[in-house]
């Protein structure tokens, strides 16, 4: 059975002005994304992680529940919960990832006035 992934506060960025969950469901599609959470790896249990991040287990739940929805994360009753071996749900969250990335650039560049091309070869021209 693989190790089980803890957690602690330092693993996340938290903007208080936003919910947790979402920011907790965002972050560890970005860590599975990157390969920080490789596939089956074992994640804690709802209890473990609440008391670890020092957040209600609701806030817990409803990440699990969102990561499962994404089909990133699997439950197996009696096992626990691991990170998808399912290259494919990956693959689609990180193509995801890449576009909404694409699309902040693209508003960022209009809100300057420029294209996203333009904006590109500005920040790679020499000083």
């Known amino acids: 059975m693989p190790p089980i992934r803890t957690w602690t506060t330092d693993d996340f960025r938290l903007d208080p002005s936003r919910p947790l969950y979402e920011q907790f469901v965002e972050q560890m599609r970005a860590m599975i994304a990157k390969g920080e959470l490789e596939p089956g790896t074992r994640l804690p249990s709802v209890r473990e992680a609440a008391a670890s991040l ?3 287990p609701t806030t817990i739940m409803k990440t699990y529940q969102e990561l499962e ?8 009753r009696g096992q626990g919960t691991f990170v998808t071996q399912a290259e494919t749900a990956i693959h689609a969250s990180r193509r995801l990832l890449a576009r909404t990335a694409v699309a902040q650039l693209q508003e960022t560049a209009a809100s300057i006035g420029l294209t996203l091309e333009q904006l590109l070869a500005l920040a790679h021209e020499e000083e």
């Open 54 to 56: 020092r957040v209600n």
């Open 69 to 76: 929805r994404l089909s990133l994360i699997v439950t197996h």
